[in-house]
């Protein structure tokens, strides 16, 4: 990361090489080239927009999701735009905190939905990770009522040379049930914030519109503070309360 901060700030005659340099060469090595010239019409770029401003707005207002970092319209590699967050160190994960990420990550869908009443292919990622977590919280952690306290997972890895699942038929269908009712419940969970909030995040989506890539501040400007605080922020917390006492 440090030489692709130096080959940014070289490449604009700079003598130091300042923050900039250092977030831009994360977008660089994260999310690949900057793609400006790549050909995108205005209705396609507001939708890109919406979508990005639904993650941010969800994230924002969940206590669990992870602190936003940035939001930016600008093509890199596959992507069109992306939500950069930065996630907080976890020992564990209760299943509020997992449900309140996959609600964050189908605020970009679910954003399309209340803006346009229509949804689009851009969600092709967002909706592979949420298939993951949900599945993961039914067959793996035991974290569904359903399914119960079991696991199908094998941490010896002779399942993957089984020719068959470690489950009947009918309780696949039962996977696939809660795993599906999971995920549209957090869709609908994200659009009812959204609809909430529609006026910020058309406001957010102008700016990004205006702007292309925001930041933290931008958010706080529309949205105000968030109103939760990050585990470092409770730890110096408590840290503060003992040194009081």
């Not at 990770?129 to 002779?158: E, F, H, P, W």
């Amino acid at each position: 990361m440090c030489n692709e901060a130096a080959l940014i700030a070289a490449r604009k005659n700079k003598k130091t090489v300042g923050k900039q340099d250092f977030l831009n060469a994360v977008d660089r090595i994260v999310g690949g080239l900057e793609k400006k010239n790549k050909i995108i019409t205005p209705e396609e770029k507001k939708t890109i927009a919406i979508h990005e401003a639904g993650h941010a707005i969800v994230s924002w207002l969940l206590e669990h999701a992870a602190p936003l970092v940035k939001v930016t319209i600008v093509p890199r590699g596959q992507s069109l735009g992306a939500a950069w967050y930065l996630p907080e160190e976890r020992q564990i994960v209760r299943t509020e905190q997992m449900l309140d990420e996959m609600c964050a990550t189908l605020g970009g869908r679910a954003a399309e939905k209340v803006v346009f009443n229509k949804i689009s292919t851009g969600a092709l990622s967002d909706l592979e990770k949420v298939t993951r977590q949900a599945r993961a919280m039914v067959s793996v952690y035991g974290l569904n009522d359903t399914i119960g306290n079991i696991t199908y997972y094998d941490s010896t890895g002779q399942a993957e040379y089984n020719f068959t699942k470690p489950y009947s038929e009918n309780t696949a269908q039962k996977i696939d049930h809660e795993i599906s009712q999971i995920i549209e419940s957090e869709y609908k969970r994200a659009i009812d914030i959204l609809k909430t909030s529609k006026h910020k995040l058309m406001q957010l989506a102008d700016r990004l519109l205006e702007k292309e890539v925001i930041f933290k501040d931008d958010l706080e400007q529309i949205l105000g503070k968030r109103p939760y605080q990050t585990n470092e922020e409770k730890i110096e917390a408590v840290k503060k309360a003992k040194t009081i006492d």
